[in-house]
């Protein structure tokens, strides 16, 4: 059975412009309004429309700089991006994976992400250190494994002398010191599996900060 991909609907509208998120607020309420594929909205869509219209006169009104308008409007403006958020929600589940039938409420749809391939078969991700001369290292697992090894060399090292460090496991990132900043270094990794060392796996290039 093919598992349908969810379509999420993009509803983080809290650093949408206030004229953008009333445009935005309005082309959802006129696009849901009497339409066949969302037949039960969480949110009445003319109270939708009653609080657009309320928030569009509290934005023309705090113009003039008076706070107790300017607090009344960022009210309202929380009070449309909540009712939209649950439309959005709705409208995710409603639309069942159909992009057509999704396109058909006004929502605008959040990009499907993509897992972020590992850097090699053991080292899954490589950022730099909360402190200069450090790297984090994320690793894979792998089955049947009982512990890791991380090894670094200097780049341009002829021949590359290796520094090991162990790592216990795979949940937590390994933090690797005691490096000289502004330096590229090779980073490999390996495991130990069933009393036997794995192959260290392909060498990824470094520059540590």
Request: aromatic share 6%; with cysteine; charged share 15%.
């Amino acid at each position: 059975m093919t598992k349908v991909k969810k379509i999420k609907a993009i509803d983080g509208f809290s650093n949408v412009s206030d004229g953008d998120l009333v445009s935005r607020a309005t082309n959802i309420q006129t696009e849901m309004t009497g339409n066949t594929n969302f037949p039960t909205p969480p949110v009445d869509l003319a109270t939708l429309k009653a609080a657009i219209e309320a928030l569009a006169a509290l934005i023309a009104q705090a113009l003039d700089g008076s706070r107790k308008v300017i607090a009344q409007k960022h009210k309202q403006r929380e009070a449309v991006i909540h009712m939209l958020q649950l439309l959005g929600r709705y409208v995710s589940l409603t639309s069942n994976g159909d992009m057509a039938i999704f396109h058909t409420s006004g929502f605008q749809a959040a990009a499907p992400k993509t897992p972020t391939p590992p850097l090699t078969e053991k080292v899954r991700k490589v950022e730099h250190g909360p402190n200069s001369g450090q790297i984090t290292v994320w690793l894979k697992s792998v089955a049947g494994a009982s512990s890791y090894e991380i090894r670094t060399a200097v780049a341009n090292a002829v021949p590359p002398v290796w520094i090991s460090a162990p790592a216990s496991s795979v949940k937590s990132p390994i933090l690797v010191s005691g490096l000289t900043p502004a330096t590229t270094y090779l980073l490999q990794a390996r495991a130990l599996v069933k009393n036997a060392y794995t192959d260290w796996s392909d060498s990824i290039t470094v520059i540590c900060t």
